[in-house]
């Protein structure tokens, strides 16, 4: 089954390029999901939510609809280990299991985090702090990039994100690899000139994939769907909408 989406859809940039202008806020999601069958919660990232809100947008959402979840920073990029900030998030999830509508945690690490045994151990803790929910991790570290880490996520059952991103020096290579039942693919955008100098953080995900860039995930992705249950695609150039066209473009392509 494939999953197709955005990562995130409360954007005010949305608005004419893709929500209609006047429509309520509190519409947006409910406008959303008439046209798509996932969505990547962003928001979490920067602050734990609420039970409440994970409700609300629940709710807000047909049968069949999957959220994926980013871990809060204090998860990832901190190191702390403090079950108490795994507990917290566990908590506010807890809508979206009762419901059958989490697809799953994205663990998203920063650059800074380096391929090391300590690295692996935090990784293992990390997957057991949240036991039994399906958990996929993100690594921007090409560092990664080893047969024997796939190997090792396959043995502990987390599934690897595959990332069309910027070809930089050290930056993850759009590798096509599914370690879980869960096969995931975020589209970042090429804008190399953007990644590390920017004034916004917007500016990093300004980009329009064209055509044939996309075409190349294509087979990729068919890949990916046979070898996993679950297979999720969501689109992170989200500046002005164009995340929306790229999932279009790419739900055409599949069809």
């Keep these: 089954m494939i999953y197709l989406g955005t990562s995130g859809f409360s954007y005010k940039d949305w608005?004419?390029?893709?929500?209609?202008?006047?429509?309520?806020?509190?519409?947006?999601?409910?406008?959303?999901?008439?046209?798509?069958?996932?969505?990547?919660?962003?928001?979490?990232?920067?602050?734990?939510?609420?039970?409440?809100?994970?409700?609300?947008?629940?709710?807000k959402t047909s049968n069949g609809f999957l959220f994926a979840v980013k871990a809060n920073k204090e998860m990832t990029h901190e190191y702390k280990g403090n079950p108490e900030v795994f507990k917290a998030f566990r908590?506010?999830?807890?809508?979206?299991?009762?419901r059958g509508k989490l697809g799953c945690v994205l663990a998203q690490f920063p650059y800074s985090f380096r391929y090391s045994i300590e690295s692996r151990k935090f990784i293992e803790w990390f997957k057991e702090q949240l036991t039994g929910l399906p958990?996929?991790?993100?690594?921007?570290?090409?560092?990664?990039?080893?047969?024997?880490?796939?190997?090792?996520?396959?043995?502990?059952?987390?599934?690897?994100?595959?990332?069309?991103?910027?070809?930089?020096?050290?930056?993850?290579?759009?590798?096509?690899?599914?370690?879980?039942?869960v096969a995931y693919v975020r589209f970042h955008g090429r804008n190399k000139e953007k990644w590390w100098e920017h004034e916004n953080a917007y500016e990093r995900y300004d980009y329009t994939y064209s055509k044939d860039e996309l075409a190349e995930w294509i087979p990729k992705i068919k890949r990916l769907n046979e070898s996993a249950q679950t297979t999720f695609l969501f689109a992170n150039n989200h500046w002005r909408g164009q995340a929306v066209d790229t999932i279009r473009q790419i739900r055409m392509m599949l069809e």
Excluded: H
Excluded at 91 to 98: A, M, R
Excluded at 156 to 172: T, W
């Design 135 to 181: 958990l996929v991790v993100e690594f921007r570290n090409a560092g990664w990039l080893k047969r024997d880490v796939f190997d090792w996520l396959k043995q502990i059952g987390v599934g690897f994100c595959c990332v069309d991103e910027p070809r930089l020096p050290n930056l993850m290579p759009s590798v096509a690899e599914a370690t879980s039942s």
């Design 15 to 59: 608005v004419g390029p893709f929500y209609p202008k006047g429509m309520p806020q509190r519409d947006w999601l409910l406008y959303y999901s008439r046209e798509f069958n996932c969505c990547e919660i962003n928001s979490t990232y920067y602050a734990i939510s609420t039970a409440k809100n994970m409700e609300t947008m629940a709710e």
């Design 91 to 98: 908590d506010v999830l807890q809508p979206l299991i009762e």
